[in-house]
């Protein structure tokens, strides 16, 4: 096996794992397992578990396929914005509510117990808010959203909301919370 | 010691420990230790981690001493929203944002790994959504809010927007967003 390798499958292996599982429940040795490595060979590549969870949280929210939703000049931006959130919805809804959202269960999880953690995860929610805010903004230029409301305020508001919604639809095992989230979060702007 | 006195220890310390580091991070141990007590006393008084941790739900629930708020006949359902909202805003910052809900943390940790613990959480926040829909439903029967909306629906919208709210104080260890729900979730409403 190329060294390349086995730091991808260790790398996946952890994501999937600490997605499933969450950080604390799972070991090195539930990842290496899971990878089909040895376990010897994860600090060859990772200097820590705290230091996997914390490029993982960075590549999370870089992979997010749907941001491309967002900066889709082509449609209206509170269309997009309403495409968007149909779009995570419908991809929560695919697995039976189970994992959430990777980013929220590490916030929730870690953030008094991983300062370095706790950081990536602010760091990666703030660049999601920043994405809708700009949404946001160019809603209200075009004057499909009323423009005395702050545009980073409002993008904030709906972001912790829709975490929110993910959170109970974990709980609930449910699509409701997620279906109310998109009847009332937009609604009163758009 | 008298019997009585150490299961009140080893659950107020399990509440405190699991609410600070989480169920998975917290040992049997780490809770007898805190409480001061044998660690093999534990056992005579809950069968399991698990068992104390769905107790610890169901009591955390019942001592919420806020709700008294939402149940104030005196003051006006609108206003009474508000000020609940208000009260748990203030909570929360006292706290320099760590810990949370128990609620919500349970729920993200636990929601796919323990049956009893997410049946239990569930029940908590099903409870937390219906004293909030009993308000809303007054608030419309008294022509506070549009009563064209379901009041079941929009309990359950702003719970999950204030949970969302709390994750991303936490997170980002700030009261911010705690104040943009303040600013955002009722407004359209009231």
Redesign the interface.
């Known amino acids: 096996m190329k060294k390349q390798n086995v730091r991808d499958l260790i790398f996946e292996a952890g994501m999937n794992s600490f997605h499933?599982?969450?950080f604390?429940?799972c070991s090195v040795q539930d990842i290496t397992s899971a990878a089909g490595v040895p376990k010897g060979s994860f600090y060859n590549h990772f200097d820590s578990k705290e230091a996997l969870g914390a490029e993982i949280v960075d590549r999370y929210r870089e992979n997010s396929k749907l941001a491309v939703l967002l900066a889709d000049q082509s449609v209206a931006p509170g269309r997009r914005l309403q495409e968007y959130f149909t779009a995570l919805n419908q991809r929560y809804g695919k697995s039976q509510f189970?994992?959430?959202c990777l980013l929220?269960?590490f916030?929730?999880?870690l953030?008094?117990?991983s300062e370095l953690i706790?950081e990536h995860?602010?760091a990666a929610?703030a660049q999601w808010s920043s994405e809708l805010e700009s949404v946001v903004a160019e809603a209200q230029a075009a004057g499909e959203m009323p423009d005395e409301l702050s545009a980073a305020?409002?993008a904030?508001?709906l972001?912790?909301?829709?975490?929110?919604?993910v959170?109970?639809a974990?709980?609930?095992?449910s699509r409701?919370?997620l279906d109310?989230?998109m009847?009332?979060?937009l609604a009163?702007y758009l």
């Open positions: 499933g599982m969450g604390n429940a189970a994992r959430g929220g269960n916030g929730m999880e953030s008094d117990q706790r995860t602010a929610f305020e409002l904030s508001f972001l912790n909301s829709w975490e929110g919604a959170m109970r974990k709980i609930d095992k409701t919370p109310i989230f009847k009332f979060a009163p």
